[in-house]
């Protein structure tokens, strides 16, 4: 058996609510069963990534996501699972969301940083409470080479995802060497891209600090997926 990791590996799982059968009704209450699985069972990154949504829809989902995880902690305050919002920085602010995640491409995460200090500053003077919100968000990055998650780091990203490792749709991996490349930053470095329980570990040797992943949490037993990633210490694979 691989040896995986230890409690610190840090665990994230994206939302998919189209990979779920039934109507848009049902969809929308599977993604909150597994927002709620997930915060129960200890993730660590919840990232609501659905980006058909209006702003209106995701606000909507993030606000019924944000309720069911402050009763969870409420009733466990050992349960510390952050939920980041896809791209959409108004719409995290507006549900008291954690952070953004956010593509390679996209605005600065110290772009954001200054935005959102700034919002929160002009709403604590008087208009619309966001006394639950963190000052300073948690920042995710989606990176695709050692270079963007350098540059993601160097603008104050608070982690990044780094992607594909091993498998993606019509995209060739970027596999375990660039990886370990990509590593090198001092944030912490996800991997994400065909990652399962059985070849975690090489991404951990590799010097990733965690694990993100869309099917491995929502087509699975989260606390299965929990247990099995967080049993044992880091080390190199044995027998």
Same mark, same amino acid.
């Given at each position: ?152 780091? /160097?603008? &104050?990203?608070?982690?990044? %995802?780094? $992607? ?7 995209? #060739?991996? @970027?596999? *375990? !060497?660039?990886?370990?490349? /990509?590593? &090198?930053?001092?944030?912490? %470095?996800? $991997? ?7 070849? #975690?570990? @090489?991404? *951990? !040797? ?21 247990? #099995? ?11």
């Amino acid at each position: 058996m691989p040896r995986v990791t230890s409690a610190d590996c840090l665990l994230y799982y994206i939302t998919d609510r189209m990979g779920f059968p039934g109507d848009e009704s049902m969809r929308w209450r599977c993604i909150l069963d597994k927002v709620a699985e997930a915060t129960a069972c200890g993730v660590d990154y919840i990232q609501l990534r659905e980006k058909d949504l209006s702003g209106r829809e995701l606000g909507s989902l993030a606000r019924e996501a944000m309720s069911i995880m402050h009763e969870l902690k409420t009733e466990n305050h050992d349960l510390k699972t952050a939920l980041l919002i896809n791209s959409r920085t108004d719409v995290a602010l507006a549900s008291e969301a954690d952070g953004v995640h956010l593509r390679s491409d996209d605005v600065s995460p110290q772009d954001i940083r200054i935005a959102w200090k700034r919002v929160a500053g002009e709403c604590s003077a008087g208009t619309p409470a966001r006394d639950l919100a963190p000052s300073d968000p948690l920042i995710g990055v989606s990176c695709h080479s050692p270079e963007e998650v350098a540059r993601a780091s /160097a603008n &104050r990203a608070s982690l990044v %995802v780094f $992607a594909p490792v091993f498998e993606k749709r019509g995209t #060739a991996p @970027s596999g *375990l !060497q660039m990886l370990r490349e /990509a590593c &090198r930053v001092k944030i912490p %470095v996800l $991997a994400l891209g065909g990652v399962t329980t059985q070849n #975690a570990a @090489s991404c *951990l !040797q590799a010097g990733a600090a965690g694990i993100a992943g869309i099917r491995l949490f929502q087509e699975n037993d989260i606390s299965a997926v929990v247990r #099995a990633l967080r049993r044992s210490p880091r080390g190199s694979d044995q027998n």
